[in-house]
């Protein structure tokens, strides 16, 4: 299908944002009635883009950084990939405000860059979430074998599935519902481990011992030398274990730019879109990089219960916070925290089949997947778009045969590509939506929202992730090819070139020029929208205290 031009005659006076006497009806969303609702409230939006996303890569994940790269490797490598997510998400979040549609990522390189490239973008992103949500699944077995291996884990996995069917099932108010009192619980629950991460740091555990910075000094830290016994030289492997942390750092961000897809859904996207972005720095500023700080406070990296993605190890803690706990002699509470992270990753889970369910369903829309994936209930549930989407979390049986070390090994090189390939799109969309608005002389000043630190930043971005991508499976050519590991480490590139080259082979395609690219098609509609729903509002009248600090949520 390409690209169906219809731009604005360029001998009139270069247009404004408001200017919507010219639709390409290619570009406009489907009637309410016949797509997905807007039904995400700002309370609920705001909790998503505070703890969403926050699951396997922090909680889970950060065992094996901290292994292979010790407690300032770690912070560093946390540090400067959350930086770098950082930017990705201030540029979706300047063209999600200005056009908060309901074909996710896909859109925005349809519309500004290429049809080719929109589809490529679509299908990367949805086998991207094709494997996430089984790999998040197959974690949760992890937390539930820290109790008891007597269950077989299949059991588990048809119990995990079918929750996060049924949750997906009954609508985007219930998810939306059930995912803020998700996030909250994770804001707490993060709070709490940090708290109590500090508290054992200082003294405060049963064994009165004040830990301080112990574990960053040698032979525990502060780097670690990843594949000391391979390479045979000291500063080589401090540095292979900090790019590893960059590598699982990246996982761990992956998924953060849900709020991009949430955000369609949303409620008055051009008010809460901005301040669902602005959040996000202070999860990453106080979660992520506060989470992996603490870590490195009271867990060494030498310790043999720290679970290390691609091992077998049996028996070992999901969480580098339970065997903090287990270290310092504290009872119970290992077990309070592991439950507290199922329900982490069970969110993460359910999060993932919405957006995977949502892509697919988008992909349908712009007329690159079967038209059956458009379909939706009247609640506005994709159900064949979530059905398939389900289908696929069987993956997870692959435990069955492997030890979920592997298998999470595996997809989380699967899922790191995928994601980066996505991260890496939205900063190239988001440089030609600004080439696009200089070309017509409009001012970003005008947008709802204006990322910050603009131009450079996406293009830093940009760079950077490419970077890590194309060096993230360093470590499976040492000390020999481990040819799964590799084979899932970089499969994802060579596809989203087949998806992009094959779609501009066929309906031979061509980057839109910048000043052809349609700022225009879709804003009415939205404004109308949002007209609507403040009238609506005002019409309820003055808001209580009670109802204006739940509302601040």
């Known amino acids: ?232 030289k000291e500063s080589l492997a401090i540095f292979l274990g900090f790019w590893a942390t960059l590598t699982n750092a990246l996982f761990a961000y992956i998924g953060t730019e849900l709020i991009g897809v949430s955000s369609s859904l949303a409620q008055n996207p051009r008010k809460n879109i901005p301040i669902a972005i602005r959040r996000t720095f202070w999860r990453i500023l106080i979660f992520y990089i506060g989470g992996v700080f603490v870590i490195g406070l009271i867990v060494p990296r030498t310790n043999d219960s720290l679970f290390v993605a691609t091992k077998s190890t049996t028996g070992a803690a999901a969480s580098p916070f339970v065997v903090a706990t287990t270290l310092v002699g504290i009872k119970v509470l290992n077990h309070v925290i592991n439950s507290a992270i199922l329900i982490f990753v069970m969110s993460a889970a359910n999060s993932d089949l919405y957006i995977g369910s949502r892509t697919l369903y988008g992909l349908a829309v712009e007329g690159k997947a079967p038209a059956i994936f458009k379909k939706v209930t009247k609640g506005g549930v994709p159900l064949p778009s979530l059905i398939l989407c389900t289908a696929f979390c069987g993956l997870v049986f692959l435990n069955v045969k492997s030890s979920s070390g592997k298998v999470f090994g595996w997809f989380v090189n699967l899922v790191s590509t995928f994601g980066a390939l996505t991260w890496m799109s939205i900063c190239y969309a988001h440089i030609r939506f600004m080439k696009a608005l200089a070309a017509r002389g409009m001012s970003r000043d005008e947008l709802p929202y204006k990322a910050p630190f603009q131009p450079w930043g996406s293009w830093f971005a940009l760079g950077s992730t490419a970077i890590i991508t194309l060096f993230k499976g360093f470590d499976t050519l040492i000390p020999k090819l481990n040819s799964a590991n590799f084979v899932t480490s970089y499969i994802g590139i060579p596809v989203f070139l087949i998806l992009w080259l094959g779609y501009k082979l066929v309906y031979r395609t061509r980057v839109i020029p910048s000043r052809d690219v349609d700022l225009v098609s879709g804003i009415r509609a939205i404004d109308e929208e949002e007209a609507k729903f403040v009238t609506a509002e005002q019409a309820k009248g003055p808001r209580t205290f009670l109802q204006r600090v739940w509302d601040s949520m």
């Open 1 to 232: 299908m390409a690209f169906n031009e219809k731009k604005i005659d360029e001998e009139n006076d270069a247009p404004s944002l408001d200017q919507t006497s010219y639709e390409d009806a290619a570009f406009v969303d489907p009637v309410e009635h016949e797509s997905l609702h807007r039904g995400l409230k700002a309370r609920q939006i705001s909790m998503i883009a505070l703890g969403g996303a926050v699951g396997t890569g922090l909680i889970i994940g950060s065992g094996t950084a901290l292994q292979r790269g010790g407690p300032l490797g770690i912070l560093l490598g946390y540090s400067f990939v959350g930086f770098v997510c950082y930017l990705v998400m201030v540029a979706l979040g300047e063209m999600a405000a200005f056009l908060p549609h309901k074909k996710g990522f896909a859109g925005y390189a349809t519309r500004f860059v290429d049809p080719a490239l929109g589809f490529a973008v679509g299908y990367n992103y949805l086998l991207k979430y094709l494997i996430v949500t089984p790999n998040n699944i197959n974690a949760a077995g992890l937390v539930v074998q820290y109790w008891t291996r007597s269950v077989h884990i299949a059991i588990w996995m048809v119990i995990f599935i079918g929750f996060i069917f049924l949750v997906n099932l009954l609508g985007v108010r219930v998810f939306g519902e059930l995912e803020f009192w998700f996030s909250s619980l994770k804001v707490v629950s993060l709070i709490g481990l940090l708290l109590m991460g500090i508290i054992i740091d200082l003294g405060g555990n049963p064994q009165h011992d004040r830990i301080g910075f112990r574990y960053w000094r040698a032979p525990d830290g502060p780097m670690g030398s990843y594949l000391l016994k391979y390479v045979h």
